[in-house]
């Protein structure tokens, strides 16, 4: 279990009962998964979709228990375990290793082995010459539905200054919210979801943890539709 900001969880699942919610209406009012609620009371932010996303669900359950954002996020960013470093790459003439398989036995190796594959292959077909075809197996008239077709979308929206943002989900209503730098929130939809910011370059957009970066182009406003019914449609600037 990874761990990383001591006593946040703690933190949040006293305010939340403190204020007399329960997991479910807290993820209703946020548009945060139960599950990721969850999560971060237990502190187990292994099972949020990345270190983003992590900060993000974090500020937001925050500002709505009323706590300090920022000085959770803080301790998350301490206690979170750095990433190993990467592996050396071997300098190019360095000597193999003791017991290394030299190149004469992987020639022998490999020349044993094409001879059985010849082997086993003549006398298969000597076989399936002595008997009947099997039927053609029956096609399904329907393509399976892609696995990402299956979860849900989710988006985070991280400002670093001042936006006005409106996200459509789904169907819905269009919701407009103000964000001030460092601040953010998380949104799920089944189908799509619509963002806007009256001025690009001014968020962070992360969608089911993968990282956008900051779309648009600064004193343009800035629109785009994530999907998972067609291809999302190149970013349209707005009047």
């Known amino acids: 279990m990874q761990q990383a900001t001591r006593g946040a969880g703690s ?3 006293r305010a939340r009962q403190a204020r007399g919610v329960t997991i479910d209406e807290a993820s209703r009012d946020t548009r945060i998964r139960s599950e990721f609620l969850v999560a971060l009371e237990d502190e187990r932010y292994d ?4 270190d983003v996303h992590a900060r ?3 500020r937001s359950y925050a500002t709505y228990l009323g706590l300090p954002g920022d000085d959770l996020v803080e301790r998350y960013a301490k206690q979170a375990p750095t990433p190993a470093p990467a592996p050396q790459p071997v300098p190019t003439g360095a000597r193999p ?3 290394a398989r030299r190149r004469r036995d992987n ?3 490999f020349v044993m082995v094409a ?3 010849l082997i086993l292959a003549a006398a298969f077909g000597i076989l399936s010459s002595r008997s009947s075809a099997p039927p053609p197996a029956e096609l399904p008239s329907q393509a399976p539905l892609a696995e990402s077709q299956t979860r849900p979308l989710m988006l985070v929206v991280l400002a670093r200054q001042d936006v006005n943002v409106t996200v459509t989900v789904d169907d819905g209503a269009a919701e407009t919210f103000a964000l001030r730098p460092d601040e953010s929130r998380s949104f799920e939809a089944q189908v799509s979801i619509t963002v806007r910011l009256d001025h690009g370059a001014s968020a962070k957009i992360v969608v089911n943890g993968n990282d956008e970066g900051f779309p648009g182009r600064a004193g343009h406003p800035w629109k785009k539709v994530y999907s998972y019914e067609e291809p ?3 970013p349209a600037s707005t009047g």
């Open 11 to 13: 933190t949040l699942r």
């Open 47 to 50: 099972l949020l979709l990345g």
């Open 56 to 58: 993000g669900c974090l």
């Open 97 to 99: 290793a003791v017991g």
């Open 107 to 109: 020639h022998r190796l």
């Open 115 to 117: 001879a059985v594959v």
């Open 232 to 234: 999302s449609p190149s």
